[in-house]
């Protein structure tokens, strides 16, 4: 278990003085994160690393995840695809379903919701909680981590509801804002450079990796790590590949991802991409356990094309990896990606798989250019997008919540009486 002192090798030690800082008032205060998985995707990775160094900087911290039925799965990714802006259906019966949900899962969490300091309810699943619980005492905030730009408006029209007796909210972008009547933070997510998925690895773990899925080490890699979503694009991935193939014929495909306990439509896009790929042998697509990270780390370091070609997103912490491992990503120009792709600089941005293809070749025939773009990239994250960063908002988000009627807030040094 990392802690936060470990991080003093990554950042120096006036950042982490800095959170400790940032702490002092907040030391004891009781936060709940409340999410509706422990496992896949981006919300359950960053909060595995964010709850531990939280509570390890004195705040008492728990992570909650709600429970539900298949069929309530089912009615919140069609929220998240409403409010990635696909028209989807929105009945009576589903919507009651959708807040029993949240009734009963209130009933177990509730003296745990009522008596925290701050709860920070995560995208759509939870939302109603805040309903069932009419004597909490703390502040009550919505992270979400959604690509709102363009949400069908009936969707955000109704979550709406829900979302503005919250007392703040915070989003990944500016795009992302909604007229709501509380405070809006600007928020991006980020990662853990101590982690497995992120931490160093010799080239023969790189390697091993490769072996272990039957690619061959000697022939460029292609790769996407995303759960089977039909935003993440993967068969425009595959055409794009079909297209870079004609002109580098030795190209092979990796479509690494796995499941969401929260993502019910997983099972039917991994069947599209498998249809997809065919017979074709130089496709692999390799459906992963929860816990691959020092795989996901390997195969990130190893490819020489990093795509994630997604067509909303809400940050894409996909791409943050690659860029950390010195990889300049193919982006799909929207949501998140657009803060971390920086075009021509650290990767590529592209709207369509012939852009992808193109841009693809592009990495493949100077290698050396890429070197240099993967040189930036890690530098991108590192100034921006670090745990440690997004730990100093959290922090400050917190006090701002708590004290920010008071006309001070006093940050004492450590060592300050
Ligand atoms: N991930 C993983 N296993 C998989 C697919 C994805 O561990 O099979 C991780 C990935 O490395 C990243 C996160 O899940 O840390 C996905 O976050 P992102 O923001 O890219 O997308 P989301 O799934 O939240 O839409």
Redesign the pocket.
């Known amino acids: 278990m990392t802690s936060i002192k470990d991080y003093v090798a990554v950042t120096g030690e006036d950042v982490i003085d800095r959170l400790h800082q940032l702490a002092r008032p907040l030391r004891g205060m009781k936060v709940v994160h409340v999410n509706s998985t422990y496992v896949g ?3 359950a ?1 960053i909060l595995s690393k964010l709850v531990p160094l939280q509570k390890d900087l004195g705040l008492d911290v728990r992570w909650e995840v709600i429970r539900g039925e298949e069929r309530f799965f089912q009615v919140t990714k069609s929220f998240h695809n409403g409010l990635q802006g696909i028209p989807v259906p929105l009945g009576e019966t589903l919507l009651k379903g959708y807040e029993e949900t949240g009734a009963q899962n209130a009933e177990e969490l509730r003296s745990i919701l009522e008596e925290a300091d701050i709860v920070i309810i995560h995208d759509p699943q939870p939302l109603p909680l805040l309903r069932s619980c009419p004597n909490r005492k703390g502040k009550w905030i919505w992270r979400c ?1 959604i690509d709102l730009s363009h949400p069908y408006r009936p969707v955000w029209k109704y979550l709406r509801n829900f979302v503005q007796e919250y007392d703040a909210s915070i989003f990944s972008l500016a795009d992302f804002a909604q007229p709501l009547p509380h405070t809006q933070y600007l928020m991006q997510p980020s990662i853990d450079p101590l982690s497995e ?1 992120n931490m160093d690895l010799t080239q023969e773990e790189v390697h091993a990796a490769k072996l272990q899925f039957g690619l061959d080490p000697d022939r460029p890699i292609m790769l996407q ?3 089977f979503d039909r935003f993440k694009d993967p068969l425009g991935v595959v055409k794009a590949y079909r297209l870079v193939k004609s002109f580098a014929p030795s190209l092979q495909l990796i479509l ?3 499941g969401a306990t929260d993502d019910p439509e997983g099972e039917a896009v991994l069947t599209e991409v498998r249809n997809e790929a065919g017979t074709d042998k130089d496709i692999h697509v390799l459906l ?1 356990p ?1 816990d ?2 020092v795989t ?1 780390n390997a195969l990130q370091r190893g490819a020489d094309v990093v795509v994630q070609k997604s067509l909303k997103e ?5 791409v943050t ?1 690659a860029l950390w491992k010195g990889k300049p990503v193919i982006g799909g120009d929207a949501g998140g990606i657009r803060l971390q792709v920086v075009n021509h600089q650290t990767g590529f941005l592209v709207k369509t798989p012939e852009g992808a293809a193109l841009r693809a070749r592009y990495i493949l025939r100077h290698p050396d250019i890429a070197l240099e773009m993967g040189l930036r990239a890690k530098e991108l994250v590192r100034q921006n997008f670090l745990l440690t960063r997004n730990l100093r908002e959290y922090l400050s988000i917190m006090l701002t919540s708590l004290y920010g009627d008071q006309e001070r807030i006093e940050l004492q040094m450590e060592s300050a009486p």
């Open positions: 995707g981006g919300v990775e981590h998925k790590v995303s759960r690494a991802g796995g992963l929860p691959a990270h996901i809400g940050f894409g912490l996909t990896e």
